[in-house]
């Protein structure tokens, strides 16, 4: 596993040497920022998959910090924030607003579509500002619960990859040495 990610991962030297980076650079030592085990890729992909919901920009950005703050893998925290993009953050609202209907005990969940009874500019405020306050409470329970639902999986999955991954290597390296 430690060879698939080396492969897309900068050097933590090139990163650190970056002119933009030079006021972090003390922040940007800690081993586990770059060091590539099992605890640190899970806990960069927790950190990355819990911060891709953020809208933005500012998901990268959060990831960093995050990465920084938990002493996890910087690079796979801000590279899996990725899995956001214009196709995929429809289906992923969409989903945290069904948990949120859900969690919160909403009595449907299906999106409210705002009504335009005349398409008169003070109408159309009033009616997307009430379209948005009535989405308020289901994504505010609703993005949370996902994220924290995607950080948890992933965390588990890339665990549970690694130690597949370890296993199998060992059993090819005892079943070399069995043959010859």
């Not at 698939?4 to 972090?24: A, C, E, M, N, Q």
């Not at 005990?105 to 009033?126: C, I, K, R, T």
Request: with cysteine; glycine share 8%.
């Amino acid at each position: 596993m430690r060879k698939f990610f080396r492969k897309f991962l900068p050097h933590h030297d090139k990163v650190i040497s970056y002119h933009w980076l030079k006021p972090f650079g003390s922040w940007l030592h800690h081993p586990n920022l770059w060091h590539l085990h099992r605890r640190s890729v899970a806990g960069g992909v927790a950190v990355g998959l819990f911060c891709g919901l953020i809208p933005g920009p500012l998901q990268m950005i959060l990831a960093a910090l995050l990465a920084v703050l938990l002493r996890v893998n910087l690079p796979v925290a801000v590279i899996t924030t990725l899995y956001t993009n214009p196709f995929t953050i429809v289906p992923l609202y969409l989903v945290a607003y069904e948990l949120g209907v859900k969690a919160g005990g909403a009595n449907s969940g299906v999106v409210a579509q705002p009504s335009f009874p005349e398409l008169h500019w003070h109408n159309l405020m009033s009616e997307l500002w009430d379209w948005l306050v009535m989405l308020g409470q289901p994504f505010l329970i609703g993005l949370p619960l996902l994220a924290v639902g995607l950080a948890i999986t992933g965390y588990v999955a890339v665990r549970v990859a690694w130690r597949v991954a370890v296993i199998w290597k060992w059993r090819a390296r005892r079943q070399r040495t069995e043959d010859r």
